[in-house]
């Protein structure tokens, strides 16, 4: 998958996490879309991140699928799906810094003064060195381990607000009625990878545009050798003869061997121009080839496989990150939603009074435990009933789901022995038995502090522990 398959995956999951009422999407669009596609996966195939091939394919097929199905249904769905877009280069960027490149390597090419050509007038060595330093930069900063997500992630959200801000305010189409809007959600999701795509992307482009730079210098060495004749020579207060010598050939000589060409050495004493004389300037034509070559081989070459190892490296690094973005809730709630069948499960509700609003809530947290399509069977224990009820029970399936109110203070002899008793009916009746316990925190809404809610879930999953399976808090939505 390439960058807009990400893109049209991570709108879709921003759409769902942000319209999690199905104001925009319907639920059974969604369950449609995921009975399509979802080609046998099911919420137990789910470990953990990152996405696997098969769950990426998934997410892939299912977004094609709303692409191609849903997304002209609702204008109001048009609207924000077009709106959902994340910073990224353009091309034009690319060829205008390209063209300026070419053009100043062609100005920075100028043969001396004249009809001369002036081997030390030319700035190579230090282009040379210049690009050195750059490309074992660059090369080290390629082969560094990528940080993690969790590290460094940070300043590219950073990044990613400063060029595409994430709002604060909720539009008005209503999209979303708790938690993040869509905007927020999927900038949260898609801002740090498209901002380390531009980056990467970015240094790739200047790679080219140092290549570029060096193929405009032979250009230009060319172009104006085409239309003058000119003659080689060279003059230094630094270098002797013999000095030059030297210098020339270990400049030259990679190229001159590995390119096949001429490289006369013996030539530089008389090309040596002292006082304003030259005793015999040398064609200019063959230090023109080693010029060309010596570029060629050193900068065009190198900077372009950086460039594309540069690019080889961004879809790895992106492809890494993207796969674990939190993928593990989303696809088992989504893969869920199509699950159960008309499996019966069983709620057993301890001491607490079970208004319609109790039920609906307990009623969604086990289809999104189970599946969406289960069928719930809602049982009431009484206070101080316990074993009579445990006496009595005879269950029908093999799972089974007991709610406690969180705001209760849990007790060895009561709920610890409750769900003990009733695994051991369970497992007495059923091959294999599933206990899970719902802690009810309907009735606290927004009352308990954080760190008071974590301290009584603490002491629940304490005494709990063992005895149940799993354990799930349920309360109602935005809470």
Known sequence: MDWNDWQSILRWRALEEGD?????????????????????????????????DREASFLHKRSQWLEREVIGWSGSLVRIMDRLHTV????????????????????LSGLGQESEFNLLALPLVGVLLWNA???????????????????GSSMLEWLAQR????????????????????????????????????????????????????????????ARGWSQEYRAVWESTLLSEAGAQKFFGALFGPAAKVLNLDLPLADLPQMHRTQGQTAAPAPALPWIHLYAGTLFLFIIVPRCGLAGLTLLRARMVLRRRLRKLGWRTYLKRTLRAVEGGQEVITILIHATDATPMHRDVWARGVRERFGAMIEPEMIHIPLGDEDDFVAAWKPTSSKV?????????????????????????????????????????????????PDKLASREKLWTDMLEGAAKEIIIAAQRGH
């Open 20 to 52: 999690a009422d199905g104001a925009i999407l319907s639920e059974d669009r969604r369950r449609e879309a995921t009975g399509r596609t979802r080609g046998g996966l099911t919420a137990d195939d789910v470990k953990g991140d990152p996405l696997t």
């Open 88 to 107: 990224q280069g353009r091309w034009s960027w690319a060829l205008i810094g390209w063209t300026a490149a070419l053009a100043a390597g062609y100005g």
């Open 133 to 151: 330093v750059v490309m074992v930069l660059s090369l080290t900063w390629e082969l560094w381990p990528a940080p993690q997500a969790s590290r």
């Open 163 to 222: 060029v595409s801000p994430i709002t604060t305010e909720r539009p008005s189409d209503g999209e979303t009625l708790t938690g993040l809007t869509v905007d927020q959600r999927f900038a949260m999701l898609a801002g740090p990878p498209a901002m380390e795509r531009l980056q990467r992307r970015l240094r790739a482009w200047m790679h080219i545009g140092a290549a570029l730079l060096a193929l405009g210098s032979i250009t230009g060495l060319y």
């Open 401 to 449: 789901v007991i709610i406690f109110n969180l705001a209760t203070t849990p007790e060895q002899e009561v709920q610890r022995r409750l769900v003990q008793d009733l695994h051991q009916s369970l497992i007495t009746h059923q091959r294999e038995a599933e206990i899970i316990v719902l802690l009810d925190a309907t009735s606290i809404g927004n009352r308990w502090s």
